[in-house]
């Protein structure tokens, strides 16, 4: 496999060529089993065969620090030995892999309903965590046991004489050595979503206090409507539509401070010193900037850029995170274009700020039926413009089997171009995909396009040659194209 380098906003490859990612998330959380949490030791399946016939070319391969370090200083070779394996799996199939360490609500030892840290690194100060009640996330409004663990990690509270992030240092950098070298191995995502601890209080407060003022004085929203869809049973379904992009900024972007406060004086130093422990190692992996919780409402993020010995390193991506309202439920399908766009919009104003490319480590979700599927199209169109890789919110065993597997996650993409990149997308109703770019010199490799089915027509530029894989009902095309602007179109 090639090695992959960023330059500027983009991804590269040892030949210069422009890379894009299309991919897919495997996280392992544990399952809770009579008080202890399992982890998979090994896949009783086909999943990275199946994956590859989708056009993935990309996972985010995620775990938990509890079962990477489930007493202090003490490592889990086994899981580890698993996650090698796993990773020269994804390279004999041609696909990457960069590790997540994964967390939800911070943890799921001593009663909590989360996965995250091991028993011994969550720390609630005498707090208790609560069952679920609602929605998986209401431990991060109001649970003081999540806040508290989270408050004790970001201050790096000992632990036998030794800070919390001192052991997650150490354990990413026992991680880099055991995995670093494996060639599909692309880089290291810190920690998912990380929260900001007991200062989510002053989040909700201006939340709430955000959503009163709008729902009384906001120009941007109909009150007579609002107050309809909120009445008539019939109406409901449409409650979500008061809610604009307007409106959604109206609500969010008054909860700034207080989270670019958290970014700048507890996550940016967790990210130099993740990254400073990575670097004594190893120099070839991409470093992972994630954005905090609550950025995934679109509210600024002022995370990265990774500095280590106090300077910007040179191998960094921006990995945000988005998802519309009614994700993973039936109100899916009333999902909003416009919502979403506001929050990866203000996810490409983070790049701009950073300058360095993006995989969108999470975005998607499901619902049932197929009324949802206009709304993943237009978020991987959004990608496309912007030039993003991502990986889709999440894998399970029936996936790749399923109707939206096989019509959306399966697409066209550039896997790889000799040059840089001025446009691509897809044509979802007439099955047409169309790549230009701009060849400045003679490449020894071609530029190679995923296209989701047996090539019809295939538009060519001047000079140039193509070859053809054909494998489980899509193809590989590869191109040799000459010096100059390109253009070339395949329908299927």
């Known amino acids: 496999m090639e090695k992959i380098l960023t330059k500027g906003k983009a991804f590269v490859d040892e030949f210069g060529r422009e890379r894009i990612f299309n991919g897919i998330n495997i996280v392992d959380k544990g399952k809770p089993t009579n008080g202890v ?17 989708l056009g993935i070319n990309l996972v985010r391969l995620g775990f938990t620090w509890d079962v990477i370090e489930p007493q202090p200083g003490k490592y889990n070779e086994k899981y580890i030995d698993f996650l090698s394996k796993t990773l020269d799996e994804l390279h004999e199939n041609g696909i990457y892999a960069f590790l997540d360490l994964h967390q939800d609500l911070y943890s799921g030892s001593k009663g909590g309903v989360g996965d995250g840290a091991p028993a011994w690194a969550t720390l609630t100060d005498g707090y208790e965590f609560k069952d679920q009640r609602f929605v998986w996330a209401e431990g991060y409004f109001w649970g003081k046991a999540v806040h508290r663990s989270f408050d004790n ?31 599909a191995l692309l880089g290291i995502d810190f ?39 909120l009445i008539i049973k019939d109406r409901h379904k449409y409650i979500l539509d008061n809610f604009n992009a307007r409106v959604f900024a109206e609500l969010v972007l008054g909860a700034a401070p207080v989270l670019n406060k958290f970014d700048v004086e507890k996550y940016n130093p967790f990210l130099n010193k993740m990254g400073a422990a990575v670097r004594e190692v190893n120099n070839n992996l991409i470093l992972f900037v994630d954005n905090s919780y609550y950025c995934n409402l679109g509210i600024p993020c002022l995370a990265g850029p990774i500095m280590v010995k106090g300077e910007k390193d040179k191998l960094q991506c921006f990995a945000p995170h988005g998802y519309d309202f009614g994700v993973d439920t039936p109100l899916y399908k009333y999902a909003s274009n416009e919502r979403i766009k506001f929050i990866f919009d203000e996810h490409r104003r983070t790049q701009e700020r ?3 490319p993006v995989i969108v480590g999470e975005w998607g979700g499901s619902s049932e039926g197929n009324e949802w ?71 020894d490799v071609p530029t190679e396009i ?10 060519l530029p001047e000079g140039a040659a193509a070859e053809t894989e054909e494998n489980d ?19 299927w």
């Open 354 to 356: 950073l300058g360095i």
């Open 191 to 229: 920690l998912n979503e990380p929260f900001p601890g007991s200062v989510s209080n002053q989040v909700i407060k201006s939340l709430l206090s955000s959503a009163v003022k709008v729902a009384f004085t906001s120009r941007n929203i109909s009150r007579t409507k609002l107050l309809g869809d």
């Open 473 to 491: 009902n899509c193809t590989i095309l590869k191109i040799k194209s000459q010096v100059g602007k390109n253009r070339i179109k395949v329908s």
């Open 373 to 443: 599927f206009f709304h993943a199209k237009y978020i991987l169109d959004m990608f496309d413009k912007h030039k993003w890789s991502h990986t889709y919110w999440v894998f399970f065993p029936e996936l790749p089997d399923t109707e939206f597997a096989q019509t959306v996650l399966k697409r066209a993409y550039p896997i790889a171009v000799t040059g840089n990149i001025t446009s691509y997308g897809q044509d979802w109703d007439k099955k047409s995909f169309t790549l230009e770019y701009m060849q400045d010199g003679d490449f």
């Open 450 to 459: 995923f296209v989701p089915g047996k090539i019809s027509v295939l538009e």
């Open 153 to 183: 990690f970001w201050n790096n509270t000992k632990v036998g004489g030794k800070g919390l992030q001192d052991y997650y240092a150490d354990m990413i950098k026992h991680l880099t050595e055991r995995l670093g070298n494996k060639p």
């Open 37 to 53: 949490r399992e982890y998979a030791y090994s896949w009783e399946d086909d999943r990275i065969k199946r994956l590859k016939a």
